[in-house]
């Protein structure tokens, strides 16, 4: 099981455009994600859950991976917080 934490620097947070890209790139794996706020927990595969979140900038972000190819979804996930978020 990997972890994540990310601070979201993005003046918007998390929003529709993101949020649809972060889904999209989790999509892409086999393992379970989970994407957490301080408040609560949902899958990151669920544009609905990711945008329930309701993460704002200065929020930290908490992903776990858990699977086969957790690895490789974190490193490429941490990558796509950094760049886009």
Same mark, same amino acid.
């Given at each position: $099981? +990997?972890?994540?934490?990310? *601070?979201? *620097? /993005?003046?918007?947070?998390?929003?529709? +455009?993101?949020?649809?890209?972060?889904? %999209?790139?989790?999509? @892409? #794996? !086999?393992? /379970?994600? !989970?994407?957490?706020?301080?408040?609560?927990?949902? /899958?990151? !595969? +669920?544009? $609905?859950?990711? $945008?329930?979140?309701?993460?704002? !900038?200065?929020?930290?972000? *908490? $992903? *776990? #991976?858990?699977?086969?190819?957790? /690895?490789? @979804? @974190?490193? @490429?996930?941490?990558? #796509?917080? %950094?760049?886009?978020?």
């Amino acid at each position: $099981m +990997r972890e994540i934490k990310y *601070t979201i *620097t /993005d003046e918007l947070g998390i929003h529709a +455009r993101p949020a649809g890209q972060l889904v %999209k790139q989790a999509s @892409a #794996f !086999k393992c /379970d994600i !989970k994407a957490a706020s301080p408040a609560k927990s949902v /899958d990151a !595969k +669920r544009i $609905m859950g990711v $945008m329930g979140l309701a993460i704002k !900038k200065g929020d930290v972000l *908490t $992903m *776990t #991976f858990d699977g086969p190819d957790e /690895d490789a @979804a @974190a490193a @490429a996930l941490e990558a #796509f917080l %950094k760049e886009n978020l």
